[in-house]
């Protein structure tokens, strides 16, 4: 069997449908191998960066893997940024990446990189030596990228091997190995601790998405009467709308009755985060003594914070574990105490805001965002970039649930909006995805406009626009005494509408609120991409020193 047929027949065969890449001559053996496989979907991209940022939103919305597919050098360093990303984040993808042919390796030979470059940032990184066991490594790697903690894995493929024809051996079946069970004795000490205290709280992280255990996450605040801050990946795993149970995001920008509800409580159950420095402000946000930490990384145990019991277990499994044994405790138990918790943080955050919801243009991040948050249906897909706006977002837009709101975590990289927003709609052909962006951050994925028009994606990008670099400019002046807007570009302004009309799609330009609405309801109601130019306030306070007073 030709080595590219044979590697295209194994992401199919587990279930990969989805192939986002750039192709070269080094890749063409796999591109045609694509064109010839029945729903098998290429979705060819404009810049390597947005590549691997689109298998990571295919992903973070769909929980299954994606491809992606570089030719080498360039385009694999070019992918670089979106698999730290992924690894960060614990999102599963298969990078394909055609290597240097092991003839010519370490004569720099065109786009010639050591294949141990990548090691750092992804899962695994695995080589194939011999044509014959192309389809057994990449089984294995696709195994890998799905084992949790799940990740990116890059399987690098030399060019000569994809058009050779040969006895390709057949892989077995590899099991997607899970961390099984729930230790008894931590089980039972962290039962313990959680039963007797009397305003206990939950932070929530990512891998309580990825575990699908939004509802068992949800029975066990229910008997413990505890309220639930997330962390940035962890937003969205219980609704936010409504009376949810969910106080806010553990941020830089967090409020100090968020803090406060932290440091306040006598016990804290930690499930599916490993307390990055990012989240905790380099662990200087004070939480209770006792705290029960869920984790599939044993190394996150200690890290930052000490532990009352560490509990090395896939967060369903633990958390169905946990609700069965505070079951058997027959607390007392009331909805309500756990919602008005929250509610009374939710209240605080609000209320500092009253300032920044002036209607009146250029608005804030804060009007645009409470805006676009009621114009939306609940169950929209939001993808958002990196950026002042975003850190704003995490204090007042409210994540409609555990798939349906997409932002890089500590590792924060820009320029992931569009792309992230292409990869959702690929996965969910069917939802409203609406991308929310900074033009700082859409100008590093601009061209990323012109593959949604060219593939036919309705994604709505909205653009918050102030033309300037504003969180950077923001604390040059306050730090340095550099000029207010050191990083600002008003004597070059851009007409995004202009631009995004250039590569096809439709725009909008919407400065008040009720122009807000009226353009996102006929943006939904459309089957093409459409942009949304939304000017903002390049003088706002930044969302961390707001909150923080």
């Not at 090691?119 to 949790?148: M, S």
């Not at 532990?307 to 309500?336: N, Q």
């Not at 105490?337 to 943080?345: G, I, L």
């Not at 330009?509 to 390049?538: F, N, Q």
């Amino acid at each position: 069997m030709q080595v590219s047929r044979a590697v295209i027949d194994r992401l199919q065969d587990n279930g990969i449908d989805t192939v986002f890449g750039i192709p070269g001559t080094q890749t063409l053996p796999l591109n045609d191998a694509i064109t010839d496989a029945p729903g098998l979907r290429y979705v060819m991209a404009r810049h390597e960066t947005a590549v691997t940022h689109q298998a990571w939103g295919y992903a973070e919305t769909s929980g299954r893997p994606a491809a992606t597919l570089v030719v080498p050098g360039p385009g694999d360093m070019n992918a670089m940024n979106g698999l730290k990303n992924a690894l960060n984040d614990c999102t599963p993808l298969v990078h394909l990446a055609v290597e240097t042919d092991p003839e010519i390796r370490g004569g720099d030979g065109i786009h010639e990189t050591p294949p141990e470059t990548y090691d750092t940032v992804v899962k695994e990184n695995v080589l194939v030596e011999a044509p014959e066991r192309t389809a057994v490594v990449l089984e294995e790697a696709i195994a890998a990228a799905e084992t949790p903690p799940k990740g990116p894995v890059r399987v690098g493929i030399p060019k000569s091997f994809l058009k050779t024809d040969v006895p390709v051996a057949t892989p077995g079946t590899y099991d997607r190995t899970r961390l099984e069970g729930v230790p008894e004795d931590d089980l039972q000490a962290a039962v313990d601790l959680l039963a007797s205290a009397e305003d206990p709280v939950i932070v929530a992280g990512g891998g309580v998405r990825t575990a699908e255990a939004s509802d068992h996450l949800r029975r066990v605040v229910d008997r413990l009467d505890a309220p639930v801050v997330t962390t940035y990946k962890g937003k969205g795993v219980l609704p936010e709308t409504g009376d949810a149970p969910v106080a806010g995001t553990l941020a830089g920008s967090a409020a100090p009755e968020l803090l406060e509800l932290l440091a306040s409580a006598d016990a804290a159950l930690a499930v599916g985060t490993d307390f990055d420095a990012v989240a905790t402000r380099a662990w200087s946000v004070d939480l209770p003594e006792t705290v029960v930490h869920v984790t599939l990384e044993p190394d996150d145990l200690g890290t930052g914070y000490d532990v009352a019991v560490g509990i090395v277990a896939d967060a369903r499994e633990a958390l169905v574990a946990l609700e069965e044994g505070l079951a058997d405790r027959g607390l007392e138990t009331d909805p309500s105490v756990a919602r008005d918790r929250a509610q009374a943080v939710r209240t605080a955050t609000s209320e500092r805001l009253g300032e920044l919801r002036d209607g009146s243009p250029p608005l804030t991040s804060v009007a645009a965002l409470e805006t676009i948050r009621e114009a939306l249906p609940e169950e929209a897909i939001v993808t958002a970039d990196a950026g002042g706006f975003r850190v704003w977002g995490l204090n007042v837009f409210a994540a409609g649930g555990p798939r349906s709101y997409v932002n890089p975590g500590s590792w924060a990289t820009m320029g992931t909006g569009v792309p992230s927003g292409i990869g959702a709609q690929c996965a969910n052909p069917d939802a409203d995805v609406v991308v929310l962006t900074g033009d700082g951050g859409l100008m590093m994925c601009v061209h990323e406009l012109h593959t949604a028009v060219a593939e036919d994606l309705p994604i709505t990008v909205v653009v918050f626009a102030n033309a300037d670099y504003a969180i950077i400019s923001d604390q040059a002046d306050r730090d340095y005494g550099l000029e207010r807007e050191a990083y600002a570009w008003p004597d070059a302004p851009i007409d995004f509408t202009a631009l995004a009309e250039s590569m096809g799609m439709e725009t909008i330009r919407a400065a008040h609120p009720d122009e807000i609405r009226s353009a996102l309801a006929g943006a939904l109601e459309t089957d093409a991409p459409v942009l949304v130019e939304v000017p903002t306030d390049p003088g706002e306070p930044q969302a961390s020193d707001w909150m923080s007073d």
